[in-house]
């Protein structure tokens, strides 16, 4: 019998019911699932319990890991290897090239793909930005126009909560669209030094401060969701968030299109946010069984539409039929699609799918400092470049 | 003026428990108060609620003609020493005796003469840096006693300030004490088990039971005319002997027959006009039985006993023998020949007795 | 045998804690000190390489920022928590009738999960939700409140909620060591003359001496692991303005997978303990002796 | 009792009052503490009275427009920590099965460490004592990893004695200090009178020293049932499915990046989670009595 | 046999402060020992010592011949009344006096028996459910005595546990002390500072001062013969008059010349041949200078003193008059003629007094 115990950081309704999904296929299929949630911190707390339980001896069969840190652990020697699965489902041809590279541990598969979160999305009050006249920004000096247009009229331009990862959220996003995908890949990805001090990367940030100005004077330590509500009532006109926004813009019974906008933050380029199982070496057949089952599952078809219908993310795989997705969704899987094609798939830093920790939190450090400061660009950027070689 | 202090039909319970009934007592400015009563008859109880630290059931207690039932212990202007010496366990003894007067403001060098003055007396000298812990139980004592003396408050009240010092150093302490009291004027309310102590310093005895004060009096009355047969036997050491006999009175006075152990009586005969009843209790002081050929007073009456136990103790010897059904102590000289079951002529003063009647137990003469 | 067992049983009953202690605490102690000096990243690793780690500890702008967050917040907090959970108990020594109720409304943010009630502070803290905008509601349009949000300020609210959270434990500290004082000596104090305050500050309080060391070690220790209350209150925020070397450490150690960076700050960290603590445990310990 | 009664003016009519005002400001002093310490579980407990709707629209701190207790039903029985959407309910018995024995062992082995070093002084007690209490120090993120392999040897990874395990050993520390702090004031003559009537180091812990100690086992358990019941970071390292505390599912219920957060459910969770605490304060509040010793000694 | 208890060379020190400096003692089983000396020299450090409750600085302390330095306690057989009584306070009264035999394992019906027998001893019947806290002064002592009589050691150590009881009770508890102790042949080291219960329990009494052991003896010897001057002072109540004189030998003995006020001298003459040196110091106790009339012993010499101060005590009357440039007390008779400033014929007891050489202090005769 296949068993499982699972390690994962999913446990708001939604994101339960989600799992939720995969679990009731798993016993389907004759599998014994045993949930072992733990959330909090972006996955740091999950992080620090899997550490503990790998030291222990006592992995759990199936972890919620995503980007470098499969690497990492990779090169800790204790994940499996799941390449027949991965081979007999043809993983490589319907995975997009970019994901299927996050997923793979030198050559081998060691990890399995459940949906994408595209993180560089701008929202809007519909009703708002309608009495005000404005179109959905498709430049920042679009944005930065309409926004002051907004700050005239009294309403908050951007909703924005003053925590380290929502501003690294945003200027990712800010990054994506100044830098463009090749710079953005080359600053993110690569740590070109080059790009990271280029006057380029001083605009990023000249635009971060003009943002600030954009923002409430309330934001420090407001949760994500606190902005969100503040779209929704109209006190603000846009937020730059992941996806996931759009499920309290559901849970509220507003529809896309009508009452909220969804738009790619302005720039070309998709920044993905990628969840995915990693499978970490355990004895006994069952387990290793039930690995490969599970990996089976979350990449079937199946599972990728109905999960990612109820978390408000896109499947991983392209070749699942969206029509039961909403407006939003499609937006952003065809985006995709399109991003893979001009090599503009880009993973995300703020979520860790570009860099490792350490690097990552370099980067951010330096952002929420200077967003949080009257530190020049200048500053920031020399930060930035020392930041990330302390990190090293 | 208004006695110094004043106790009004004071009760005090704890819980169901009666612990002091219906107290009164009055004393003047430079009254030397001695409470006492057997262990547990409630005197510490007493000063206690003199102090203010122990809620009082019922009445009042008056310190300078203001009621001070409702006032606080720091405001009642008194100055205490405590059975069980509290001294403050943080501090050094020089910081014991003089916290009070630092409190009070007292400047520091009235502060530090006091002290010296005081831990002369006490003979504490050379402890004044030590802390409480590190002190012998009658060091202690002595540091209790130093924090009282440094006051100069409305009243002193010393529950047992002695009780563990040497007998020279507590003769000394007397002295002290009594100094004290006379030089300043002072009041105070004194509580002892020492009837020494009791007799030399105070001007008035109170002597309690059971919560109930039985007698007041001055030294020399509670001593000679105790109130009752509980005074009598309390008061004294040894104790008065309390023979029960047969009174009877004839032309020449009253005759008083007492049983012998060996059957028979033995005859004595008060010269005094008394009305007596039948039968009483006879209360003679040992030291009121004498060798007969030591003594030749008037009211001697001489009687030959024989005696069963010799203890010598010595400036006396003691010689107990049975009367009326008692053992009765007589004090002889340290030479007597008297020895056990040997018959000794006795001499009784019967000038210094009394006579109690057996039920109510209360004074007859 | 018997007589043996019987002369060293105090020293046997120790034996299991001295044992736990040196393993579990020193020996723990000695690893980190020996991973401080790797390149451990996501797990622990064993080669020395030197003190890289300290000098990109000491690199670090956001370490500096923690590391004197950490004297601001600790000294603000261990005093006025002191003094404050000190005073409460001793006003709940006045034979309140209430007593219990009262200890137990002063207790109960121990019982609550710093992981909400962070949310709760955030939000009565927050300039445009809470107090201030409470207060403004009133009528008084210029009260400001706003230091959540006030990079130089932000600490305090940290400390605030901190004191908040600790303060009904020391006095439950303080109150146990209050009951415990001789009656018969405040007695005599009272007798003496001495006002109550006095009695508190110059018989009671000194007895107490041994209470206070608990109660700094509980604080000093609440004020080098306050963790929870950081990430909730704050997230360490705004920027990394209110960051503690335990946040700091946290987030090397777990969310950036940097083990040998945590290790290094947490040696530091444990040296800044041991140079205020141990010279207090000396003069404390001392003084019991002498 | 000792009444410690605020002070009075001489003049008695005047005491009284003045004394009544005094108590009044006291009372008044107490009120207002008490109002502080009450904020934010007003906060959260309005809150977890308000419909998510109601939140989302309206004004954080303000009263409920409609009280309705279903964030309670949900926190208790319904909210999903995972893919069990059964509330906290069934992690409460984890806690309870961690927490008590641990407050018990851990409770008497710092009583008889206290007791030692406080009362049979021998040479090295003191350093004993100081490496103890420098133990408190140690971060316990820094003990994470070791101790998890630790456990892994000694095969009680996941387990519930193994978390017992963990928490005694690291609250060893604070106990020991507490009861160490509190016996150094016992007269020592207790012990000599004890020894004298034949009873060993055990009798006179036992029959002496326990007994003598209530007010400072509530604050010790106090502390320790608090620390171990609200512990986060050993509960979610040191368990695995199946033996996670409560205080990994209130996590899980209230840290969800990127789900609808529902903060009435998170703030009924909280005080749910926090009601085992709450009982132990008032049920050992009351042993909180005043002059044990009395009596025990003069001097 | 050997001494049920042997001090070999004790020494005694608080840090650096030497208590206890070089004690010798034995005592055999069925010896009452008792240890008297100012408060502060080291009694009950030297009863901790014995009870090893103190670690000693050096020497041995043997008890029933088995060297017991490093025996705990409990492990040594004894029984110990504590100064401060050290009750356990959570205890109730019965508990406490029963908490001994518990521990070792006596049943609970001879428990019962015990415990029921004591508290009639000590009269404490009625407080066997209380708790210390609730007790007096008195009774909390007796209480601590209950604890140690229950128990049937090879040895009891009692540390002043009578001084805070009063006059009758104390009387009965010295009573029931000496029957336990012949009963039993129980042996006792006992620490008081009443003269008269040193004097009525012991067979043997150790004076110490400042850590040091004056003298070795039995109550008679320590009161008639003592070794020094400061035994000499130091015993008796009130103390015996130790008078600096001029001793001179002649052929009908000694003739010793002692200063008066007044200015010329009072001569006296010692019938027994002694070899004094010239400067004296003549002790001689209050009691045996008395009214001329009352005695008339072999060896009395009579001479003529003007009183200064008279202090009637119940029994006796005190006059002090000033001899030898020293206040000297004599014991009168209650109804002494003897009045302030009135010569007063007295008689001087000469075959009871010791001389002591004034530099070194020791005794000469
Ligand atoms: N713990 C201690 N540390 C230092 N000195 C001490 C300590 N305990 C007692 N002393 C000193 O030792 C000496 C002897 O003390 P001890 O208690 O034996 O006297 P004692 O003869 O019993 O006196 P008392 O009749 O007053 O009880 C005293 O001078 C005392 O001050
Ligand atoms: N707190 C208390 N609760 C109940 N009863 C008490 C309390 N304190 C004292 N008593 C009882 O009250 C009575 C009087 O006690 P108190 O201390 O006044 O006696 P005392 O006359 O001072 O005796 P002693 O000479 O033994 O010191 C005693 O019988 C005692 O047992
Ligand atoms: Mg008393
Ligand atoms: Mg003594």
């Not at chain 1, 800790?76 to 997923?103: F, K, R």
């Amino acid at each position: 019998e296949p068993t499982a115990e699972v390690l994962h950081y999913w446990t708001s309704g939604g994101e339960a019911k989600s799992v939720a999904v995969l679990q009731k296929e798993f016993a389907d299929k004759g599998g014994s699932w045993t949930d072992m949630p733990v959330a909090g911190g972006g996955g740091d707390a999950a992080m620090t319990a899997l550490r503990a339980r790998v030291l222990s001896g006592n992995a759990p069969t199936a972890v919620q890991l995503k980007g470098p840190a499969i690497q990492e652990w990779y090169e800790e020697g204790v994940l499996a290897d799941i390449s027949s699965v991965a081979e007999a489902n043809d993983w490589e041809t319907v995975l997009p090239a970019s994901i299927a590279g996050h997923m793979k541990c030198e050559g081998t598969w060691c990890a399995a793909p459940v949906n994408v979160h595209r993180v560089d999305w701008i929202w809007a009050n519909a009703e708002v930005l309608n009495a005000n006249g404005i179109e959905m920004p498709t430049t920042w000096d679009e944005f930065n126009a309409a926004a002051d247009k907004l700050q005239e009229a009294g309403i908050i331009p951007l909703a924005h909560g003053g925590q380290a990862w929502q501003d690294a959220t945003i200027f990712e996003a800010v990054a994506l669209g100044i830098l463009g995908p090749d710079g953005y890949r080359k600053a993110f990805v690569e740590l070109d030094n080059e790009t990271l001090t280029s006057d380029a990367m001083i605009a990023v940030f000249d635009q971060m401060r003009t943002l600030r100005g954009y923002v409430d004077s309330n934001f420090s330590g407001r949760d994500w969701n606190l902005a969100t509500s503040m779209v929704m009532n109209g006190e603000a006109a846009f937020q730059i968030m992941g996806d996931w926004a759009k499920g309290e813009f559901m849970a509220a019974g507003k529809v896309p299109g009508e009452d909220f906008l969804c738009a790619s933050a302005p720039g070309e380029g998709f920044l993905y946010n990628v969840d995915s199982f990693a499978m970490f070496d355990v004895d006994g057949d069952d387990k290793k069984a039930g690995q490969e089952l599970l990996a089976e599952l979350v990449v079937g078809q199946n599972f990728q539409k109905v999960f990612n219908l109820n978390k408000g993310s896109i499947p991983a795989r392209t070749d699942v039929a969206l029509d039961e997705f909403d407006d939003c969704a499609r937006l952003s899987a065809d985006d995709m699609q399109a991003s893979s094609d001009s090599d503009a798939l880009l993973p995300s830093y703020a979520h860790g799918m570009a860099l490792r920790g350490a690097q990552a939190g370099a980067i951010t450090d330096v952002v929420t400092a200077h967003f949080n400061s009257d530190m020049s660009s200048a500053d920031a950027v020399q930060m930035l470049a020392d930041g990330i070689a302390n990190s090293m | 003026m208004a006695p110094i202090l004043e106790i009004n039909n004071l009760f005090k319970s704890y819980g169901t428990v009666e612990i002091l009934k219906d107290i009164n007592v009055a004393i003047e400015q430079g009254d030397f108060l001695v409470l006492v009563g057997p262990s547990g008859c409630g005197k510490s109880t007493l000063l206690n609620c003199i102090a203010g630290l122990e809620p009082i059931s019922g009445g009042e207690v008056r310190i300078g003609g203001r009621d001070m039932t409702s006032v606080s212990p720091k405001d009642r202007d008194i100055a205490m020493v405590f059975q069980s010496y509290a001294l403050y366990p943080t501090m050094t003894v020089a910081k014991n005796i003089t916290f009070g007067m630092k409190v009070r403001g007292v400047d520091q060098v009235t502060q530090a003469e006091k002290l010296a003055h005081v831990a002369q007396q006490l003979q504490i000298e050379p402890l004044l840096n030590r802390k409480p812990g590190h002190l012998s139980g009658g060091q202690r004592q002595r540091v209790a006693m130093g924090r009282a003396l440094v006051r100069d408050p409305k009243l002193f009240l010393f529950d047992e300030p002695l009780s563990n010092l040497d007998a020279k150093l507590r003769v000394e302490m007397r002295t002290e004490i009594k100094s004290l009291h006379q030089r300043l004027g002072a009041s105070m309310v004194y509580v002892t088990h020492d009837q020494i102590e009791a007799m030399t310093l105070a001007t008035k005895i109170v002597v309690m039971k059971g919560g109930v004060i039985q007698q007041i009096g001055t030294p020399a009355e509670i001593y000679n005319h105790p109130a009752n047969l509980f005074v009598a036997d309390f008061m004294g050491s040894p104790a008065m002997n309390l023979i029960p006999a047969k009174a009877r009175s004839g032309s020449a006075g009253t005759t008083i027959e007492i049983a012998r152990k060996s059957g028979g009586s033995m005859v004595l005969t008060d010269r005094k006009n008394l009305s007596l009843p039948e039968d009483v209790i006879i209360g003679v002081r040992p030291e009121n039985i004498a060798d007969a050929n030591a003594h030749s007073r008037p009211d001697s009456q001489e009687a030959d006993c024989v005696i069963d136990i010799v203890e010598p103790a010595g400036a006396d010897t003691y010689a107990v023998m049975e009367l009326g059904g008692k053992h009765v102590t007589a004090r002889l000289h340290a030479e007597t020949t008297a020895a056990p079951g040997i018959k000794q002529r006795l001499a009784f003063d019967l000038g210094k007795v009394s006579y109690f009647a057996p039920d109510t137990g209360l004074r007859l003469n | 045998m018997i007589k043996w067992l019987e002369e060293n049983t105090p020293k046997l009953v120790l034996a299991p804690s001295f044992i736990a202690v040196l393993i579990f605490v020193y020996g723990f102690i000695a690893w980190t000190a020996w991973v401080s000096l790797t390149r451990s990243r996501l797990l622990p690793k064993y080669e020395i390489e030197g003190f890289i780690q300290y000098e990109r500890l000491f690199a670090s702008p956001r370490w500096e920022t923690a590391f004197g967050n950490l004297f601001v917040f600790g000294t603000l907090f261990i005093v006025i928590a002191m003094v404050l959970g000190l005073a409460l108990a001793i006003l709940l020594d006045q034979n309140i009738r209430t007593e219990g109720a009262i200890r137990t409304i002063y207790l109960y943010p121990m019982a609550l999960s710093m992981i909400v009630t962070g949310t709760a502070w955030k939000w009565i803290l927050n300039p445009g939700l809470g107090l201030e905008a409470m207060v403004r509601g009133w009528g008084f349009e210029n009260f400001t409140f706003d230091w959540l949000i006030d990079p130089d300020k932000a600490i305090y609210t940290i400390v605030l909620a901190a004191i908040w959270q600790s303060s009904g434990f020391v006095m439950a500290l303080f109150l146990a060591g209050l009951r415990s004082v001789d009656g018969e000596i405040i007695k005599a104090a009272q007798v003496d003359g001495i006002p109550t305050w006095r009695v508190y500050t110059a018989i009671i309080i000194p007895a107490m001496a041994p209470i206070f060391l608990s109660a700094f070690i509980v604080l000093s220790h609440l004020a080098v692991k306050s963790f929870d209350l950081v990430i909730a209150l704050t997230g360490g925020g705004p920027g990394y303005a209110t960051d503690l070397p335990a946040t700091y450490m946290y987030a090397m150690a777990f969310s950036r997978g940097d083990i040998g960076q945590a290790a290094s700050s947490a040696m530091i960290m444990m040296l800044v303990v041991f140079s205020i603590v141990v010279p207090y445990l000396y003069s404390e310990l001392r003084s019991k002796d002498g | 009792m000792v009444d410690l009664s605020l002070a009075q003016t001489p003049h008695q009519a005047e005491g009284r009052t003045g004394r009544l005002i005094l108590r009044w400001m006291l009372y008044i002093l107490l009120l207002l503490f008490a109002l502080f310490y009450l904020l934010p579980l007003f906060v959260m407990l309005t809150t977890s009275l308000k419909s998510l709707e109601e939140i989302r629209t309206g004004d954080l701190i303000a009263l409920p427009r409609d009280v309705t207790f279903a964030a309670w039903r949900t926190a208790w029985s319904e909210a999903c920590t995972g893919i069990q959407c059964e509330g906290v309910r069934p992690f409460f018995w984890n806690s309870v099965l961690i927490a008590i024995p641990a407050v018990v062992i851990s409770t008497l082995l710092g009583a008889m460490n206290g007791y030692v070093v406080a009362q049979w002084n021998f040479r090295g007690a003191n350093l004993f004592f100081s490496l103890m209490l420098f133990g408190c120090f140690i971060p316990f993120q820094v003990v994470l990893l070791p101790m998890a392999r630790v456990l892994g040897l000694i095969g009680m990874a996941g387990t519930i004695p193994g978390l017992i395990f963990v928490h005694v050993i690291y609250g060893l520390g604070f106990t020991t200090l507490f009861f160490r702090n509190y016996y150094v004031s016992i007269p020592s003559e207790l012990t000599k009178a004890a020894k004298v009537d034949g009873a060993g180091f055990f009798r006179i812990f036992w029959s002496i020293f326990l007994p003598l100690s209530l007010p400072i086992i509530v604050v010790t358990v106090i502390w320790q049932f608090t620390q171990i019941w609200n512990d986060f970071l050993f509960g979610v390292s040191f368990s695995q499915a199946g033996t996670q505390p409560v205080t990994v599912a209130l996590n899980n219920i209230v840290n969800s990046t990127t789900g609808v957060k529902a903060y009435n459910v998170d703030m009924a969770a909280a005080i749910i989670a926090g009601l085992p605490t709450l009982l132990v304060y008032v049920i050992a509040g009351k042993y909180f009595v005043r002059g044990l010793t009395a009596g025990s000694v003069k001097g």
